[in-house]
């Protein structure tokens, strides 16, 4: 079936958004990049507007357009990543809750408010921001006194007396995790990711570094239902080996990915379209059409919710 424009809802500083953007363009839709007022504006029957507001670069919350995703979504406008969807996968505590509700295998997480004594999660442990990315703000703990030492940095933090900090139980590190994209309940991409000498934290922002990955079937199930279970469309879903499987470590709805995350033989920009019912066509028939040729231990989850507190 036809469809209208892809109208992709994020800010244009998201380098990660305008790629997609201009990689489907080079498919042939009709893609562009819009505000959540120009979407509202503009969005008409046949159009599909693509929520990929990412959090905000103070990291206390998601950036403006949640309720312009609820306003396209009761005029009958074909919405990818809904706003309850991309808060369950940028606040981690939330994710936390929907992950252990789930049985999904995820790190121990508490929520350590400001203002409140030692976490009952001690040393070893990872702290992070309830609403986070890039790598920024995230400490490695080994010993209580690190812990100390890191809630004293973090004290000040404007995000962290908004929303509280979470802690999460420290999995073994081995330098590197898969992040896998799914798409429409099929995963369309995937890359090991690399942390540079001397760092834990795989994030490219951090110096990390990308290699192809072909996820095994157990991976592959894992990130769609973890996928499911946030009800993300387009997601990015961070996967650690512990074992013979796979504890999911967090998602991401508007994770940054281009071709260095293609599976062998395809695109991912033409495999995430048409897993999202974009190109009106059948994923045989949009290869053939295009002829693109690409390169190539279970966790229990303890949650606190945080009473009258909303992303924003």
């Avoid at 139980?169 to 798409?183: F, K």
């Amino acid at each position: 079936m036809a469809i209208g424009r892809v109208r992709v809802l994020a800010s244009p500083s998201n380098e990660g958004s305008s790629g997609l953007v201009q990689g489907w363009r080079r498919l042939g839709l009709a893609a562009e990049l819009q505000s959540g007022a120009d979407a509202l504006r503009t969005a008409g029957p046949g159009d599909v507007v693509v929520g990929r507001l990412d959090v905000l670069p103070g990291l206390d919350g998601v950036e403006p357009g949640l309720l312009a995703l609820l306003l396209l979504e009761r005029r009958g406008i074909r919405v990818v990543n809904p706003a309850d969807a991309l808060l369950a996968a940028h606040d981690k505590l939330r994710s936390a809750a929907l992950l252990g509700a789930s049985g999904l295998p995820h790190p121990r997480t508490e929520l350590l408010r400001s203002g409140a004594g030692a976490p009952a999660l001690g040393a070893p442990c990872v702290v992070k921001p309830r609403f986070g990315s890039w790598g920024r703000d995230v400490f490695r703990c080994v010993s209580d006194e690190e812990l100390e030492a890191c809630l004293e940095e973090i004290r000040e933090r404007p995000w962290f007396h908004r929303h509280g900090a979470l802690v999460q139980e420290l999995l073994p590190l081995h330098g590197s995790d898969l992040r896998v994209i799914v798409a429409g309940g099929r995963v369309v991409g995937a890359a090991e990711r690399i942390a540079r000498a001397g760092e834990w934290r795989t994030n490219v922002s951090v110096g990390g570094s990308l290699r192809p990955f072909e996820p095994d079937d157990d991976a592959a199930e894992l990130a769609r239902t973890a996928a499911a279970v946030v009800g993300a469309d387009l997601v990015g879903v961070d996967l650690f080996p512990v074992g013979s499987g796979y504890v999911v470590l967090e998602l991401n709805g508007a994770v940054d990915f281009d071709e260095r995350y293609a599976l062998a033989g395809g695109s991912v920009f033409g495999e995430a379209a048409t897993a999202l019912g974009l190109t009106g066509q059948s994923r045989d028939a949009w290869r053939r059409s295009t002829c693109v040729s690409v390169r190539h231990p279970s966790s229990a989850v303890s949650t606190e919710t945080t009473p009258g507190t909303r992303a924003t």
